[in-house]
C-alpha cells in the first residue's frame, strides 16, 4: 500500500453542552467532510472519525445550574448535535461518545501506560477550594476580573471578552462559580505530563520536518509555544465527572478533558472495527496511514503540542501528518458566542431552511477562514446563493435539460466535428477536476470550490458564445447543435461527480436527474462519460431564489438576541 492510499481523518470532538453553530461548521465540520469525501472519490481507504466530548466542567456547571445529572446534558446535546451532523450530510464513518464504556478503557489504559513507564511527575500544589460546597474547584468554576481587559466575569482559565488564556490565581476578585463565595487554597496532589522534556523533539518534528507541509498560522502557533518555554501540564483533576484516575491514589480524581478527549479518536476508531468487524488497528499503528487532524486554531495547541507528546510517550501510535487548523468565523461583525447566544446554530438552520444544506455549504467554504477570521452574514448569504447557485451553477443546468428535452426529447445527442470553441471548453472540462483535486490536497478549500462554480461558469459561457437555440432553427445546423449540447451535458456529469464532496445534496440530485451515477473522481473530465443515446430525467431546479424577507427575517431573530 502506497504512503497516501490511507487516511485516519479526525474532526475535533464537539463539546456536549450545546449545540452546533456555523462556526464549527465552517471551521472543521465542511473542510474535514470535504476531505473525506474527495479521497474517498478517488478510491482512498478512509476512516472519518468523531465524537461528543461529554466530560469537563463546563458541563458539570450546566447540570447543577438545571438541577440535572451531567449525563442529562450530554443525552440532550449528543443527539442534537448528531442529528444536525446526519441532516448536514456530514459523512463520518462513526460519530461516538466519550461517555462511553469502551472509551472509558481505552482512556485509562493509556493512562496506566504512562504511568507505568513513569512518564508523568508527580507534584502537590495548593488550588482553590470552595467551603460551602467542600469542593477543589476547577477553573472554570472560578470566576473574577481578567487582569488583561478587567472584564469581571473572566473565567479561571480564560477572558471570554479578550480570549486571553489565564490561570485562576491571575484573576483579581476570585470567587466560586457554583456559591459564589469567596475561596480559599488546599494543597492536593495530581499528575503531569512533562511538555518541556519533549521540548526539543516536537521543535524539531513541528518547525523543521512539517515546516514545508503545515500552514503558516499553524506553525505559528506552535512555535510561539515553544519558545516561550513548555511547562508540564497536568493530566489529572479533583471532579467526579469523567474517566476515573485508574490508580489507588487517584480516588475522587478524573483525567483532565483535554488528555481523555482526543484519545477518543482512538476509541471511536475501536468503536468502529467492532461495529463493522473490521480491524482498527492499521489506521493508527501503520506507518502508511496519513493522519489528519481538522480543527479549530483554538485547539492547535492540544493536536500539535499535547496530543503528540501522549502518542509519542505511549510510543504505539503514528503521529498527524497534518493539521490544518482554521481561523474563526464571525457573525456580523462580531465574534461568535454561545454564551451571549450570538450564533447561527445549526439545528435552526435546518428547520428555518429545509433541503437548503448545501446552500450553507457552499456558502461557508467560499468564505472559510483558512488563513485568517472571516465573517458571515445573511446578506452575502442571500447574495452567494442567489448570484452563484441559482444564476450560475443552476442556471447551467437547468439551460442544458431543457435545450436537450426542447430538440431532442431528453435524449443525448452526439458529438460530431469539433471546433476551437468546443476545443478550449472541452480542455476546461479536464482540466478543473485536476484543479480541484490538487487544491483539497493542499487543504485549499476556498480555491477549490471557486474552480468548481467556474466550471458551471465556462459552461454558461459556452452556451452563450454558441447559441444553439438559435442554430437549431436553421438548416444544416443540426449537427453543430448536436456537438454543442452533446459537450454541454458533458459538463453537467463532470459537475455532478466535483460537486459531491461540496454540495453532496446537489450532486446526488443532479445524477438522479442525469440518471446516472458517478462514484469515482477520475471519471471526471471525461468528454465521453455520458454515452450517445442516453436519455436524461425531466429537470427540476437545483437551487432557488432567497428573497429579502427570508433574510431580514433572520436578521431580526439574531440582533433580537443581543
Known sequence: MSESSRFTITAALPYANGPIHIGHLAGVYIPSDIFSRYNRSLGKDVLYI??????GVPITISAKKNNVLPIDIVEKYHKIIKDSFVKFGISFDIYDRTSNKLHHEIASNFFKKLYEKG???????????????????????????CPICDFNEAYGDQCEKCGSSLEPSELKNPQSALSGGDLIKKKTKHWYLPLDKYEDWLSNWILKENKKNWR???????????SNGLQPRAVTRDLNWGVKVPIKEGKDKVLYVWFDAPIGYISASQEWGKKQNKDWKPYWLSSETNLVHFIGKDNIVFHCIIFPTMLKAHGDYILPKNVPANEFLNLE????????????????YLTDFPNQQDVLRYVLCTNAPENKDHDFTWKDFQTRNNSELVAIFG????????????????VVPPKNALEQVDIEVIEKLSFAPKEIGKYIEEYKFRFAINELINLARAGNKYLADTEPWKLFKHDGSKKRTETILNIAIQITATLSIISEPFMPFTSQKLMQMIGAGFKKWTAAGNVELIKNGHTLNKPSLLFSIIEDDKIQSQIVKLKSKK
Request: charged share 20%; net charge negative.
Open 395 to 410: 442556471n447551467f443546468i437547468n439551460r442544458v435539460f431543457v435545450l436537450c428535452h426542447k430538440y431532442w426529447d431528453g
Open 216 to 226: 503558516p498560522n499553524v506553525l505559528g502557533q506552535c512555535q510561539s509555544w515553544i
Open 119 to 145: 512518564v508523568f511527575i508527580e507534584k502537590f500544589s495548593e488550588q482553590f477550594y470552595d467551603k460551602n460546597e467542600q469542593t477543589f474547584l476547577a477553573d472554570r468554576y472560578i470566576m473574577g476580573t
Open 50 to 55: 468523531c465524537g461528543s466530548d461529554e466530560h
Open 333 to 348: 461583525g462580531r465574534k461568535i458566542s454561545t454564551s451571549r447566544n450570538w450564533a447561527v446554530w445549526l439545528h435552526e
